[in-house]
């Protein structure tokens, strides 16, 4: 496909059980990220990668939220011991270049339900 | 702290009517602005950026710096710019993220 892709479209786990979301960006685009978006809430930065490497991992909220990126391509969000909060939707986008230059494409989102 | 402010969670209007979306950042650099829009069942996309000073389906946006503003307008609104619109702010301390605010749902009453 031509756009950003997510997987799972919906996820609904129980209270302390491990996730992993997948995000499919654009080919050929360098700079990908994530974002948590809470019901009745703005965009919240998670992480930003440049390539492989994580310049910008400063919004993931506790140390049971990991994310990597490999071959430039794919990356994998996971979620550990979840808790109620973490519901939500987590969006990945991509971008050509750093933002500076370029607009960021969104994926449709995964939603999350932790019960 | 940086920060993106738009303080209507809800705006309606009549179709044909002026529309002003608000936005308000705290950036003590040089910004770069942008409105991202979410029409409904389809994906987050861009929809202009302060620096192309374009005209995006008749909307417009002007960056005010003494006022800290963004906002974005439209003469004559339209029943299909009914969505949800976002203000968000890049160029902060020199991170490549956006800092997105909590977004307005526009809707356009025939």
């Known amino acids: 496909g031509a756009g950003v892709s997510q997987s799972p479209s919906n996820k609904v786990t129980e209270k302390g059980k491990d996730v992993e979301l997948r995000c499919d960006p654009i080919?050929?685009?360098?700079?990908l990220y994530w974002y948590r978006q809470r019901l009745g809430q703005g965009l919240e930065f998670l992480i930003y990668?440049?390539?492989?490497?994580?310049?910008?991992k400063s919004g993931l909220p506790s140390d049971r939220f990991s994310a990597e990126r490999t071959g430039e391509s794919v990356s994998t969000l996971t979620i550990q011991r979840t808790q109620q909060e973490d519901s939500a939707v987590y969006l990945c986008?991509?971008?050509?270049?750093?933002?500076?230059?370029?607009?960021?494409?969104f994926g449709e989102g995964s939603r999350l339900t932790v019960l | 702290a940086q920060r993106v402010t738009q303080p209507e969670k809800l705006l309606s209007v009549f179709k044909g009517a002026p529309v002003e979306l608000k936005c308000n950042y705290s950036?003590?650099?040089?910004?770069?602005l942008f409105w991202y829009v979410q029409y409904s069942r389809q994906r987050l996309q861009l929809l202009l950026r302060?620096?192309s000073r374009e005209s995006i389906k008749g909307f417009t946006a002007d960056l005010n710096k003494g006022e800290t503003s963004f906002h974005l307008k439209k003469p004559f609104a339209q029943e299909e710019d009914s969505a949800m619109y976002y203000c968000?702010?890049?160029?902060?301390?020199?991170?490549?993220?956006?800092?997105f605010g909590q977004g307005t749902r526009l809707t356009i009453n025939p």
């Open positions: 950036y003590s650099g040089s910004p770069e």
């Open positions: 990668f440049q390539g492989n490497s994580a310049p910008d």
């Open positions: 302060h620096i």
């Open positions: 968000a702010l890049s160029g902060v301390q020199g991170a490549q993220k956006l800092v």
């Open positions: 080919s050929g685009h360098t700079a």
């Open positions: 986008a991509s971008s050509l270049v750093t933002l500076s230059t370029g607009e960021l494409f």
